[in-house]
């Protein structure tokens, strides 16, 4: 499962967050006195241009033909279906937003387009395989 990823450096004795308001409205989702995990890492490698490229250059493209939507109608409704969702604070107000995949590592993009893949399979929309293209 892709979980929501928020970046951080380490600071002197802290952590210090690129997006501390997306942090603290994801954060408020939970109930106080939750207990919850917190995993530090190294920063993963980020998806490649390969994987993006076929995304935008192959799966969308295809189901669009198919379909009739644009290749950004069918992203959002993707990232809306498989992404966690990010909260910010405006005025006062938690709004969700739809989370990007330019955050995503390697690995999770990879889920990602398998997720992808297979949802536009049991439209009946047949992608071809990343190694049978030449991007």
């Keep these: 499962m892709i979980k ?7 600071g002197k004795g802290a952590l210090v967050f690129n ?5 603290s409205a994801y954060l408020r989702g939970f109930k106080v006195g939750q207990e919850i995990d917190v995993i530090i890492s190294k920063r993963s490698k980020p998806r490649t241009t390969q994987q993006n490229a076929y995304l935008w250059a192959v799966v969308y493209p295809i189901t669009a033909k198919e379909t009739g939507h644009t290749c950004l109608e069918l992203h959002e409704a993707m990232k809306a279906m498989f992404l966690p969702p990010t909260f910010v604070e405006l ?4 709004v969700r937003i739809p989370s990007s995949t330019k955050l995503l590592s390697v690995a999770e993009e990879s889920e990602f387009l398998e997720r992808v893949i297979a949802e536009f399979s049991s439209m009946g929309i047949i992608i071809p395989p990343a190694e049978s293209i030449t991007l």
């Design 4 to 10: 929501p990823r928020f970046v951080a450096k380490i």
């Design 19 to 23: 997006n501390p308001d997306a942090v």
């Design 91 to 94: 005025n006062g107000k938690r």
